[in-house]
């Protein structure tokens, strides 16, 4: 990869698999653009992505992405769809052949393609620069100022710091880690004259040194939004997940003043995901953060509001208005509610893993900590579809990783594309019925005893890392006795609410309650806090804009 020196200069990347014709557009870009442009050249999807990526961490302008439309494992197509979540300001183009023309006019509707051209551009004083300077004027005069960077000073095996840094990530907030005991972390203690001894430190991109900051303080550092715009809303989503960023997308799309409240970051579980291949529209699959960040664009695009690190702890009827109530003591109200709160991993109980949590044992898939596991033996607890897509993400760098499963085998609860993968991946193995019986280490994770459920036999193995996948329980501890639940704690609604034919005993209408409606008119949940609901991400978008086209009704009769 070829890149010009000065930092300062906005990019224009060209990517093409064949290095004759990767040279000659990176000659021609240059000898227009090279005194006011960087000229970054890549020859595949792949390698472009990851500069794409170090550009953006130290957040640097990317104006241009040209890319040519005919490369292996991953087509031009391909490339700038996952451009796209990494720069979407910037200006796309395919370079293709004339054969491949109707892919490209096809590309202009699947990634907003902004040009194509045709090979060969010669001469470029007719082909090549007048399109290019009008993408350039046109990416000038749009709002295409970086997001200044966060800096992260912390320890590796520090459960705080990897507390932070999974906020961040998860939250699409661009920053970079310093680890302490190295120089220029030390440079950093030193500046804002801390010792080191309360970690983490994060430098907002205005310079404020903030010390083991608690999540609410930190997301409104950092530019996120905690505070409501307004006091009463049309509709109040709580639960950032795949239902609720539904259910805001639909509701902001068809004039309802929405506003999501997420008490960490959006996305929820299937935000963690590495890979979700299984989800229609997305044939090579799509990781749970680009997704993610998608959706989350798409609400905000509409006028929805979206405030981080906002915890739920009330919901109260009063009169025609839902109000909810927050734990610093201010509330927010609206004539309807959905609760998308999701769920959350159940923990493991064996001794050593709750002290060990976030220094070598984690729930979810982590993926900040996936860097770290290059070269090193990795034990993932869990047999559902988390866990396989979690195993199959980490096994591209890891020396190994083994599938800790308590049941005969993985068919009962994952997917069988996800079986076969894992079967044909050579360094993934499966140990079933076998449990984790301690975690051992002192400041992080160093040894597992498993156990063997059938035998009952005890080995001791070596390990620091160890990711938990094992069940999940609701998030609605908060709800009191509000909103009725069954004995696992999921919520109620529409036909479960009538077994016998009749509403519950304090419903007040004269219509039973919608499908997705809890006891509470005008209450509704969607995804996969409803009980008996299907855990999957499609049905929990399916369910979020269900439950919109329900509140539109019960806001007509209302």
């Given at each position: 990869m070829a890149q010009a020196s000065d930092a300062a200069r906005t990019v224009i990347m060209t990517v093409d698999d064949d290095p004759g014709v990767s040279r000659a557009v990176a000659r021609d870009l240059r000898r227009r653009y090279g005194e006011s442009h960087r000229i970054v050249r890549a020859e595949s999807g792949e390698s472009a992505l990851?500069?794409?990526?170090?550009?953006?961490?130290?957040?640097?302008?990317?104006?241009?992405?040209?890319?040519?439309?005919?490369?292996?494992?991953?087509?031009?197509?391909?490339?700038?769809?996952?451009?796209?979540?990494v720069y979407p300001g910037a200006r796309r183009v395919l370079l293709t052949a004339y054969a491949d023309t109707n892919a490209a006019i096809d590309a202009i509707n699947v990634v907003d393609l902004d040009h194509y051209l045709l090979k060969p551009w010669d001469p470029p004083e007719e082909k090549l620069y007048p399109v290019l300077d009008d993408l350039l004027?046109?990416?000038?005069?749009?709002?295409?100022?970086?997001?200044?960077?966060?800096?992260?000073?912390?320890?590796?095996?520090s459960a705080r710091s990897s507390d932070v840094r999974e906020f961040?990530?998860?939250?699409?907030?661009?920053?970079?880690?310093?680890?302490?005991?190295?120089?220029?972390?030390?440079?950093?203690?030193?500046?804002?004259?801390?010792?080191?001894?309360?970690?983490?430190?994060?430098?907002?991109?205005?310079g404020t040194p903030l010390v083991e900051p608690e999540a609410p303080e930190l997301a409104a550092r950092v530019g996120l939004a905690t505070t409501p715009a307004a006091d009463f809303y049309d509709l109040v989503v709580i639960g950032g997940g795949p239902a609720g960023l539904g259910s805001a997308v639909y509701g902001a799309s068809e004039g309802l003043r929405t506003v999501l409240v997420e008490r960490s970051a959006t996305g929820?579980?299937?935000?963690?995901?590495?890979?979700?291949?299984?989800?229609?529209?997305?044939?090579?699959?799509?990781?749970?953060?680009?997704?993610?960040?998608?959706?989350?664009?798409?609400?905000?695009?509409?006028?929805?509001?979206?405030?981080?690190?906002?915890?739920?702890?009330?919901?109260?009827?009063?009169?025609?208005?839902?109000?909810?109530?927050?734990?610093?003591?201010?509330?927010?109200?609206?004539?309807?509610?959905?609760l998308a709160t999701g769920v959350s991993y159940r923990q493991l109980d064996a001794p050593g893993c709750t002290d060990l949590t976030g220094c070598g044992v984690y729930y979810g898939s982590a993926l900040t900590e996936a860097a770290s596991?290059?070269?090193?033996?990795?034990?993932?607890?869990?047999?559902?579809?988390?866990?396989?897509q979690a195993a199959m993400y980490l096994s591209r760098g890891a020396k190994s990783v083994t599938l800790l499963v308590?049941?005969?085998?993985?068919?009962?609860?994952?997917?069988?594309?996800?079986?076969?993968?894992?079967?044909?991946?050579?360094?993934?193995?499966?140990?079933?019925?076998?449990?984790?019986?301690?975690?051992?280490?002192t400041d992080h994770l160093e040894q597992l005893t498993l156990r063997d459920v059938d035998t009952g036999e005890s080995e001791l193995v070596d390990a620091q890392w160890m990711f938990v996948f094992i069940g999940a329980a609701p998030l609605t501890d908060w709800l009191d006795d509000t909103v009725l639940r069954d004995e696992h704690g999921f919520i109620l609604a529409g036909p479960d609410l009538t077994p016998d034919g009749r509403p519950p005993a304090d419903w007040e209408l004269d219509r039973p309650p919608y499908?997705?409606?809890?006891?509470?008119?005008?209450?509704?949940?969607?995804?996969?806090?409803?009980?008996?609901?299907?855990?999957?991400?499609?049905?929990?978008?399916?369910?979020?804009?269900?439950?919109?086209?329900?509140?539109?009704?019960?806001?007509e009769q209302s």
């Open positions: 990851e500069a794409l990526r170090e550009l953006k961490l130290r957040g640097d302008l990317v104006a241009v992405i040209l890319a040519d439309y005919r490369m292996p494992q991953m087509n031009g197509i391909e490339f700038l769809e996952q451009a796209l979540d004027e046109a990416w000038r005069c749009s709002d295409f100022r970086p997001v200044p960077s966060t800096k992260v000073v912390g320890h590796r095996w961040l990530a998860r939250n699409q907030v661009p920053y970079r880690w310093y680890s302490a005991d190295e120089p220029e972390g030390k440079r950093l203690l030193a500046a804002a004259e801390q010792d080191g001894q309360r970690l983490p430190l994060v430098i907002t991109p205005d929820g579980q299937a935000g963690q995901s590495s890979r979700i291949e299984n989800y229609l529209g997305f044939p090579d699959g799509v990781s749970g953060a680009q997704l993610t960040d998608r959706a989350r664009r798409q609400a905000a695009k509409f006028g929805a509001e979206i405030l981080s690190a906002r915890e739920v702890t009330g919901l109260e009827v009063n009169g025609a208005a839902r109000t909810v109530r927050f734990s610093d003591g201010s509330a927010v109200a609206a004539h309807s509610v959905i596991c290059q070269g090193q033996d990795v034990y993932i607890v869990g047999g559902a579809n988390s866990a396989g308590r049941g005969a085998d993985l068919s009962a609860s994952m997917s069988y594309y996800l079986i076969q993968q894992i079967n044909e991946a050579p360094n993934i193995s499966v140990r079933a019925r076998t449990v984790v019986e301690t975690a051992h280490g499908h997705l409606e809890t006891n509470i008119p005008g209450v509704f949940v969607a995804g996969d806090a409803r009980a008996e609901s299907a855990k999957r991400v499609a049905s929990a978008v399916g369910e979020g804009a269900m439950a919109v086209m329900l509140v539109h009704r019960y806001l």
